[in-house]
């Protein structure tokens, strides 16, 4: 049991790393700021990552993402895969990247499977091998070892012991993986987004040698990258048949800032961007949303703000509730309880979205 250093509440549901709780996350004042970079600060020392994104005035711009990184001489951008050598922004590119792969047969669990072709025959014939669940087909898992957030909560924070690892891979030889046999490519991480140019690049080439067979374009992503990045990203995902799957973390900016160290105001504005481009392609859909129940902060308001604001964009667009899991710098705080998670359920449906499902069950627990 942890307590709040501002208001002294004493919880659970309080994590000792925060030490902040969700009130004076969202109704607090800003000096609180100075506590949450300090946490975050904390949680990327032992990597050898800046505390948060570099902003020399004399230093290397990176666009990649929002946090636009200025990496001085000799520093190294927010991510950790680039860095500046006299002047100039060096590490990965769209030739080569930080990136491991394995095939997962389909269905897999993908967070997106209960509305995409692979888990559902949604599109079927033009965008799916089968009218029903893909049996027989798999789907290409990438991991990029990085990302431009930094969730206390990350289950896959292990990525970060090999940021710096000198054995990278070609787009050519990442897209020679993608064999008949592959109905898609799922790109997630870390975050594809601090490497998207090395998996638009293998993407176009995989497309290139499919020769018209299917082979849809998927993404799993913190939304954080630049629009123009986006926009690639969409037109590959709607000519294959492929998803984007947005992460939303939360709402509340500060309570975004507390959990994942930057803004969320990028996600959220490029999350409308995708949502234009719906009904260019309605099935199977281009656009899903998942947000993690994380007790203590992420609640049914929250969830309530989130759930309004897609169905202001679509009411369609599926929404999964996924359990959260006791991990990193949140390690202390219990597993989602069944009553939290159906409580985010109905209060989602309630605000208007059509498609929402609670994912994740066997991580749900019983207690209150």
């Known amino acids: 049991m942890a307590t709040c250093l501002y208001c002294g509440k004493r919880s659970l549901l309080v994590a000792r790393s925060l030490s902040l709780c ?35 005035p004399k230093g290397a711009l990176c666009n990649i993402c929002a946090n636009e990184c200025r990496v001085p001489v000799g520093g190294k951008s927010y991510c950790g895969v680039r860095w500046n050598r006299g002047g100039r922004l060096q590490g990965v590119s769209p030739s080569e990247a930080n990136v491991d792969w394995y095939y997962d047969p389909l ?24 009218p029903g669940a ?40 990442l897209a020679n993986w993608a064999d008949e046999a592959t109905a898609c490519i799922c790109y997630f991480g870390g975050d594809p987004t601090p490497q998207l140019p090395h998996a638009l690049k293998a993407s176009r080439i995989a497309l290139d040698r499919s020769r018209g067979r299917i082979l849809r374009i998927c993404w799993e992503t913190n939304g954080n990258m630049h629009p123009n990045l986006l926009r690639s990203m969409v037109e590959l995902s709607l000519k294959s048949g492929g998803c984007i799957k947005f992460d939303l973390k939360a709402w509340s900016e500060m309570l975004h800032l507390a959990l994942c160290g930057v803004s969320n105001r990028r996600t959220l504005e490029n999350f409308q961007r995708v949502a234009m481009r ?6 199977p859909p281009l656009l899903v949303a998942s947000t993690l129940l994380v007790p203590g902060y992420v609640d049914e308001e929250e969830v309530g703000y989130i759930a309004r604001f897609l169905a202001s964009l679509d009411p369609e667009i599926p929404y999964a509730l996924l359990a959260f899991h006791p991990c990193f710098y949140m390690s202390d705080l219990p597993r989602t309880s069944r009553q939290h998670a159906e409580a985010c359920l109905e209060r989602a449906m309630a605000e208007g979205l059509k498609r929402v499902r609670i994912g994740n069950l066997h991580l749900l627990s019983e207690a209150y």
């Open 22 to 56: 969700i009130d004076c996350l969202r109704h607090g004042p800003k000096m609180i700021e100075g506590q949450i970079k300090e946490v975050h600060r904390l949680s990327r020392d032992p990597f050898r990552l800046p505390p948060c994104p570099p902003r020399d």
């Open 107 to 130: 269905p897999t669990n993908c967070v997106a499977d209960w509305a995409c072709p692979g888990g559902t025959g949604a599109g079927y014939p033009r965008f799916a091998y089968r």
């Open 134 to 173: 893909e049996y027989g087909y798999k789907n290409l898992a990438v991991f990029y070892q990085a990302c431009s957030f930094d969730c206390l909560f990350c289950q896959n924070w292990h990525y970060r012991q090999r940021i710096e690892q000198k054995v990278r891979m070609t787009a050519t030889d």
């Open 278 to 283: 719906i009904q260019e392609r309605p099935d």
